[in-house]
């Protein structure tokens, strides 16, 4: 274990030093589009007042398009010609949502400021404001992407994390990313809002390992997601990933780990697979203090935000998110 986890910290290391040479800049709009982030944040307000569940698919959103190609955008895309789309990988499929409202600011921004804002800030912006209006952190959003010319179908296939993984398997996605155990710690704090379908989680509660340790106060929670989520069908049925603030950003998400409440199995592993490592404790800190996490989360999130961004020439500024330019 502590081999592999050496091997991990290396890799790290070298996806460091490979993306030092990629940087984003805070007020890249000033000039050109000095309304950009009032846009956006009235957009995402009004969409997130109507429908709460708004603010975790544009965090979501984000976060899917950053793990495959970098933060380009390409998640945006739409099967065309010779692009086949990332929509319709296994993680994104009949689950990632939020498209509609990109599209939204974008024709929004468009209209006050032509081809200068790429999709990719767009979506950066609209995940940070997200979370402030459900009662998250803000953060600095350092912008100057560029939109990609290709989406990756098999990479969303291959280098988003699935609810099932191990510990071990987090550890070495995130570490493909450039990101550490401190932002798989953190980023994963981003399930206090949200929710998740029943074909994500079934294989944690009809697991006999989950029945055997659950204790009687559990009981209550167990039966609930039995209820909805029955060992065949109902795939789609949604459950929140935080069952006691589902709509709140705070650490609750981590209060509920502590208890093995967590939703996914890629949730609990944090607590059950490093008892006593730096990752467990990070979770009980979490717990314990709502500003250590907010102040991690947003330190990872600018972190994250610049995966193999596209700078200066590279890619595009695309006029319609869904396609790249004729």
């Known amino acids: 274990m502590a081999i592999v986890r050496l091997l991990l910290v290396i890799l790290f290391v070298i996806n460091g030093i490979e993306r030092s040479n990629q940087s984003l800049v805070l007020d890249y709009y000033k000039e050109s589009c000095p309304l950009l982030e009032e846009i956006v944040r009235y ?24 793990f ?56 950066a912006i609209a995940a940070r404001d997200s979370v402030v209006l459900r009662g998250g952190p803000s953060w600095e959003v350092w912008l100057g992407r560029r939109d990609s010319l290709t989406a990756s179908f098999n990479g969303a296939n291959k280098f988003i994390p ?9 550890i070495a996605n995130f570490a493909q990313q450039g990101l550490d155990t401190k932002d798989l710690v953190a980023l994963s704090g981003s399930h206090t809002i949200g929710v998740a379908r029943c074909v994500s989680f079934r294989k944690r509660i009809y697991n006999p390992g989950f029945q055997e340790n659950i204790y009687e106060r559990y009981s209550e ?86 995966i193999d961004v596209l700078t200066g020439v590279q890619g595009e500024i695309r006029k319609d998110c869904r396609f790249i330019n004729a």
């Not at 699935?162 to 071990?168: I, R, V």
């Not at 949604?238 to 509920?256: C, G, I, K, R, V």
């Open 43 to 66: 957009i995402v307000k009004t969409k997130v007042i109507r429908q709460p569940r708004v603010a975790a698919q544009l965090l979501r959103l984000h976060f899917h398009d950053c």
């Open 221 to 306: 929670f167990q039966d609930s997601l039995k209820s909805i989520c029955p060992r065949t069908g109902n795939d789609n049925e949604l459950a929140p990933l935080d069952y006691s603030t589902p709509t709140f950003f705070d650490n609750h998400y981590y209060e509920n780990l502590v208890e093995s409440k967590g939703l996914l199995h890629s949730d609990n592993v944090l607590v059950l697979e490093d008892e006593g490592g730096d990752i467990q404790q990070r979770v009980w800190a979490y717990a314990k203090s709502r500003t250590f996490f907010f102040d991690s989360f947003a330190s990872s999130m600018i972190k994250m935000g610049n």
């Open 162 to 170: 699935t609810p099932n993984l191990s510990l071990d398997a987090l």
């Open 68 to 123: 495959v190609q970098g933060c380009d955008g390409s998640v945006l895309l739409d099967s065309n010609g010779v692009i086949v789309s990332e929509k319709g990988a296994n993680p994104n499929r009949n689950s990632l949502r939020g498209f509609e409202v990109i599209d939204d600011i974008k024709a929004a921004v468009e209209e006050a400021c032509p081809w200068t804002v790429s999709c990719a800030d767009i979506v």
